[in-house]
């Protein structure tokens, strides 16, 4: 397998802990989306959208989406299992990830807030302001949720790592990066610590990949 990433990408952070769970080992080909690397015909003839991750399996197509390619995994490679057996959670666990890899990290990826600066000239103050507000508006939501929520526990959904902790993570992830007091939403905040005491977490964490940058 090959898998194209981004040290900073919260969706190929949430592949990249899932196939660590489950033992897989992969070529990680890194792409800096800041400079365009991600506009290279070549990259653009695996994923025409220009994002992050894609993953090549075999002869096939490539994979793309993080979601989709996180339950290609899950039912590739059953073990261990990312969503529950119930059909009412499993629906559950979907729409906890969903809320933060589709209604927030969408609004906040490079190619929105370059779009930001270059289109609409709002300056840096300005842009983080704009990521801060998605991604705290999501993380209330999504904090209520466990709130209210009986089969919160350890981890999103009981004691079971699944696909809601692997959005939850990366990004609480950023939300430490841009300074923000996680402290703010303390079980979204004990999960995260939880989920970090694990290797496939804390291994595959942004600054851990090789091509982040390197304190001089």
């Known amino acids: 397998m090959k898998l194209y990433s981004f040290w900073r990408s919260q969706a190929t952070f949430r592949v990249r802990i899932a196939m660590r769970l489950k033992g897989l080992k992969t070529e990680l080909v890194t792409l800096d989306l800041l400079k365009g690397d991600q506009f290279d015909a070549a990259y653009l ?64 990826v490079p190619r929105v807030r370059k779009y930001l600066e270059a289109e609409l000239h709002l300056d840096e103050p300005t842009r983080n302001t704009w990521q801060k507000h998605w991604m705290e508006l999501a993380c209330q939501a999504f904090e209520d949720v466990l709130v209210r929520d009986r089969r919160s526990g350890k981890f999103c959904f009981g004691n079971e790592i699944t696909i809601a902790d692997l959005c939850l993570v990366p990004h609480m992830t950023n939300m430490k990066m841009l300074g923000t007091d996680v402290a703010r939403y303390p079980v979204m905040a004990r999960i995260f610590d939880g989920c970090m005491q694990l290797e496939a977490f804390a291994l595959e964490a942004p600054m851990k990949q090789p091509d982040a940058p390197r304190p001089n």
């Open 45 to 108: 003839a695996i994923n025409p959208e220009a994002v992050v991750p894609s993953l090549i399996d075999g002869d096939g197509p490539p994979l793309v989406q993080s979601l989709a390619i996180l339950e290609y995994l899950d039912e590739k490679y059953p073990q261990p299992p990312l969503l529950p057996k119930d059909l009412r959670d499993r629906a559950h666990v979907r729409a906890l990830g969903q809320m933060l890899a589709m209604d927030a990290h969408p609004l906040v």
